[in-house]
């Protein structure tokens, strides 16, 4: 359990103590909520939807949360690049309890860049319905983020070096976000988007947090939930696995 | 009882065989120097020595456990100091005694105080505070040797560990050793370039290529033995003048693109 615990510490130290990341990291959440917020927000209004600042922030939480655990997972080929793997690696500690430290590391200081997205989405107008449920949002903001760094551990597992990296964001994490529903609606959409959102676990995350702040859910409380509990639980097997496998 | 038991290791990566049927025996208490040119086997030995690779065939023991499988056991026995660091540099360095410390369950009390111990012995116990990534080579090194000895291992892997240092950190980095080796028996087994450490500290010197031991004994048996006046002319005149090329790594590419892009 100490071990966890200080597995789950280092990571938020490194997190606390790198304050370029957290500012950096708040640049295009921000420019989305400018650009598409703003931008995009008559058009909606005036096709029917309604306050579209009020539907993107739950996205721009999502896509914060994501772009950080996926990171957070990835950094595993950092540590083995400048070494401090192999220090985990020769310890008495079995690869799993690493593994889940790191996760759960990792899925916290996501889930905090959410809510630190979420405190900024409320100077760009975020009307959110009831504060009754904010534990189930920031509950959703969790499984996004621990889902995400599951899958961040498990690509970084196969990857030897920082190469591959730019191939993974704009070829996975970006369509990831894209296509998820975080910045438009599901209802009424071409067959194959449509098929495309359905797949998308991140689709079920964003709708969950939305549903929770705002009160419209797409797929339904208990789908959401469901859904990514489920792929977590997938996720977290196949990054164990594959961790388990790395050779230095 | 032999604190390093190896049987018959062989390590094959496809068609390319890293080490050969190597067999040697370190007795409790001794320091060992394994020396070879580079890519003759020796980080691969040290990996599997330490559980970080499996053999594909042979056996190994350590402190009389087997490393295939009881690898806990094995992994509670050594402290090791790695080719390069392998610290974090976002940790200060008292956290990374810590995180050491909590990783081989040392218990909570008497962690603190030996951590104050193993940080005094290498001097920097007045920079704990301070985050890894401000400290020199040198003290990156210190750092890890006090980190190795926190658990009180009873064999300690040094793989290259002067690599790069000024001869004064060197010397005294041998001084610390050299006494572990004498107050508390610690079996030391080494990698080394530098011939006249190995010559000076080493009790035992094994000479490695190709994967296997081409010669074994003390400084002066090697002497002898090909009729040379240095450990350095003996392992050439063992090994030959041939300049060995590694291929390089992803991590020394990146390493280079660090540097490079640190430059500007």
């Known amino acids: 359990m100490s071990i966890l615990y200080q597995l789950w510490l280092r990571q938020l130290k490194r997190y606390v103590r790198s304050r370029a990341r957290i500012i950096g990291s708040l640049g295009q959440p921000i420019l989305f909520l400018v650009a598409l917020g703003f931008g995009f927000g008559p058009v909606f209004q005036k096709a029917g939807g309604g306050d579209y600042l009020s539907f993107l922030a739950p996205g721009v939480i999502g896509m914060a949360i994501l772009f950080s655990a996926v990171f957070s997972g990835i950094e595993i080929i950092w540590d083995r690049q400048f070494g401090f793997l192999k220090e985990m690696l020769v310890a008495p500690v079995s690869r799993i309890q690493i593994m889940f430290g790191r996760t759960l590391g990792g899925a916290t200081v996501a889930t905090i860049q959410g809510l630190i997205v979420f405190g900024l989405t409320f100077l760009f107008g975020f009307h959110v319905i009831s504060f009754a449920f904010l534990p189930l949002a920031i509950l959703f903001m969790f499984l996004i983020a621990l889902l995400f760094t599951a899958l961040g551990t498990a690509i970084a597992s196969m990857l030897d070096d920082m190469q591959g990296f730019q191939l993974i964001i704009n070829f996975l994490v970006m369509p990831l976000f894209f296509l998820s529903g975080a910045l438009f609606p599901l209802q009424g959409l071409p067959a194959v988007i449509n098929d495309i959102a359905t797949i998308d676990p991140l689709s079920y995350g964003i709708d969950g947090v939305r549903g929770a702040l705002t009160g419209a859910f797409h797929f339904g409380l208990g789908t959401d939930v469901g859904v990514l509990l489920v792929v977590t639980a997938v996720f977290i097997g196949i990054g164990s696995y594959l961790f388990s496998k790395v050779q230095i | ?264």
């Open chain 2, 1 to 264: 009882m032999n604190s390093i038991d190896v049987r018959h290791l062989t390590k094959t990566f496809g068609s390319f065989s890293a080490v050969k049927d190597l067999s040697f025996l370190v007795p409790q208490g001794e320091i060992f120097a394994f020396l070879g040119p580079n890519g003759a086997g020796k980080s691969t030995t040290i990996k599997i020595l330490t559980t970080l690779l499996s053999p594909t065939s042979g056996e190994v023991f350590i402190e009389g456990k087997s490393s295939v499988t009881q690898q806990n056991e094995v992994r509670k026995s050594f402290g090791i100091v790695f080719q390069d660091p392998s610290l974090d540099d976002e940790l200060t360095a008292y956290e990374n005694m810590e995180l050491h410390g909590v990783l081989y369950r040392v218990p909570p009390v008497i962690r603190m105080g030996r951590i104050e111990e193993m940080l005094r012995f290498v001097e920097l116990w007045d920079r704990r505070d301070e985050l890894v990534k401000h400290f020199s080579g040198g003290m990156k090194r210190r750092l890890e040797i006090a980190r190795g000895l926190l658990h009180h291992p009873k064999i300690l892997f040094l793989d290259e560990p002067t690599l790069g240092l000024d001869p004064q950190t060197r010397s005294h980095m041998w001084q610390y050793i050299v006494a572990l080796n004498k107050q508390e028996g610690m079996t030391i087994f080494f990698t080394t370039h530098y011939m006249e450490e190995a010559s000076k500290i080493a009790h035992t010197i094994a000479i490695v290529d190709h994967g296997t031991i081409i010669a074994q004994g003390s400084a002066h048996d090697l002497q002898v033995k090909t009729g040379t006046a240095s450990l350095e002319e003996a392992f050439l005149a063992l090994t030959g003048d041939a300049i060995r090329d590694e291929d390089a790594t992803s991590t020394d590419q990146m390493r280079m693109n660090m540097r490079i892009r640190g430059r500007k």
